[in-house]
């Protein structure tokens, strides 16, 4: 039987945007035959159990989770990396595996997401050569909503420009001008209300104590935080637990590191650190994608075309075995847009209930419209907006060159002279 793992689209270079996605891939790769399994580049989590990607299909059962994937394998197929590991490795192992969710899941978060010039610049762009046109107004806000709640208790909202500019008081709060001095300050760059001399005190004013510089000690001791014991683990050993060959645990390692490594991402702070203070690691990382992924460039171009059966895997000398995901009906897809983006949040909340004391075994009515009602409307906006798109799609497709809509809105007959419609349509801007 084909199993079949269903991962977020790949980006910089890499299988997948998603650190657990990347690891499950490198995994199967090493372990299960090329013709026993088959990759879906998808963007709909919903049919997960856990509403997640990764998602290992194998005929009615669904598996979800890095980890989760690994215990299956092994249980059922024997595809088991950890077989040779010595009872102190596994508990290694859990160990590590906690670590990382720990310490390089927030980390990670931060560097493509929580940033916003990491995110507006590079993983914004990346999730579009990824997703349908329509989902691109919901699930990169998702993912990046949930990763900053994931961090919101290591203080590093500032990285965070309009975040940070929505805190601002005074005059000019809210402008053009306001959002492009807090640019500048987050890029570090004095505001020109600052005085010209570079002052290095941490007081009221100084270079140490601004938001940029605070963010920055603290980026750089959490990226610490990660490399420092990663590197005292592998010390002189070509992996992370020994052993001649690549563990479970490299494969996650693997998946939290290359996206850190290969992102290119403007403030690269990891990329720096790992460069300049943690070589090994950089060799390391390098070596695993030789051996786990066979260097292989993924182009997210080449993966849409198959992903959408316009093309095989095969026509573009593919080492992964990717193929088309199952067609998804786009009035479902496109309502549940308008129904996330369109509809008023006060529509999308829990319903105020009225209790009385004379009825309170009858069933409380509600303030807000019903299920009923808000799906109709859903639909009807999905309908109408369809149209509209229709619409413009022949509008820009007619050969009419010139004001088509006016040309259109002409009568034949001039029955409105009198009321002077004729004249009012010819003064209009052509």
């Given at each position: ?5 269903h ?11 998603d ?16 013709d026993?399994w088959t ?6 989590p919903?049919?997960?159990p ?17 980890t ?7 249980e059922?197929y ?10 102190k ?13 720990y310490t ?5 978060d ?6 916003s ?28 909503d949930?990763?900053?709640?994931r ?12 975040e ?29 209300d ?5 002052h ?8 140490l ?8 000690f603290?980026l750089?001791?959490l ?7 990663l ?8 992996y992370v637990?020994?052993?001649d ?21 403007p403030?690269a702070?990891v990329?720096?650190?790992?460069r300049?203070k943690f070589?090994?690691i950089d060799?390391?990382?390098d070596?695993?994608r030789g051996?786990?992924?066979q ?22 000398g ?12 786009f ?13 008023p949040?006060?529509l ?16 409380a009515?509600?303030?807000l ?5 808000i799906?109709t ?12 798109a ?13 004001p ?10 001039p ?16």
């Amino acid at each position: 039987m084909v199993l079949t793992l269903h991962v977020w689209g790949p980006a910089f270079g890499l299988p997948s945007i998603d650190p657990a996605c990347i690891a499950a891939v490198a995994y199967l790769n090493r372990t299960v035959p090329r013709d026993r399994w088959t990759l879906v580049a998808d963007y709909d989590p919903a049919p997960s159990p856990q509403g997640e990607l990764p998602l290992l299909v194998d005929v009615e059962n669904k598996i979800t989770g890095f980890t989760n994937i690994v215990f299956y394998l092994r249980e059922n197929y024997s595809y088991n990396l950890d077989a040779n590991l010595t009872p102190k490795q596994q508990q290694d192992r859990t160990a590590l595996i906690s670590f990382l969710e720990y310490t390089a899941g927030p980390l990670v978060d931060l560097y493509l997401y929580v940033s916003s010039e990491n995110y507006g610049t590079t993983t914004s762009a990346a999730y579009t050569a990824i997703l349908p046109w329509h989902t691109n107004y919901t699930i990169p806000p998702k993912r990046r909503d949930l990763a900053k709640s994931r961090t919101a208790h290591l203080g590093l909202s500032s990285l965070d420009v309009a975040e940070a500019s929505e805190d601002t008081r005074g005059p000019g709060r809210g402008t053009a001008t306001s959002e492009y001095e807090a640019a500048k300050r987050a890029a570090g760059i004095p505001s020109e209300d600052r005085p010209p001399a570079l002052h290095m005190g941490r007081g009221k004013g100084g270079l140490l104590s601004s938001p940029l510089y605070a963010a920055r000690f603290k980026l750089d001791a959490l990226s610490n935080e990660l490399l420092q014991p990663l590197a005292d683990q592998l010390g002189t050993k070509d992996y992370v637990l020994g052993g001649d060959e690549p563990s479970s645990c490299d494969s996650l390692v693997f998946g939290y590191l290359a996206l850190l490594r290969y992102a290119p991402v403007p403030q690269a702070w990891v990329k720096e650190a790992i460069r300049q203070k943690f070589p090994r690691i950089d060799v390391y990382i390098d070596r695993l994608r030789g051996e786990l992924l066979q260097n292989e460039k993924i182009s997210p171009a080449d993966v849409w075309s198959v992903a959408t059966g316009k093309a095989a895997a095969s026509d573009f000398g593919m080492q992964l075995p990717w193929v088309s995901r199952q067609p998804k009906a786009f009035l479902p897809q496109f309502r549940a847009v308008v129904h996330d983006g369109i509809l008023p949040h006060a529509l999308q909340s829990s319903p105020t209930v009225k209790h009385g004391h004379h009825n309170a075994s009858k069933s409380a009515d509600s303030s807000l419209p019903s299920p009923f009602a808000i799906n109709t409307l859903a639909t009807v906006t999905t309908a109408v907006a369809v149209g509209l798109a229709a619409l413009a799609v022949q509008h820009r497709s007619s050969p009419r060159d010139g004001p088509v809509i006016f040309w259109a809105l002409r009568p034949l007959q001039p029955v409105f002279e009198g009321f002077g419609v004729e004249s009012f349509l010819s003064a209009l801007p052509r």
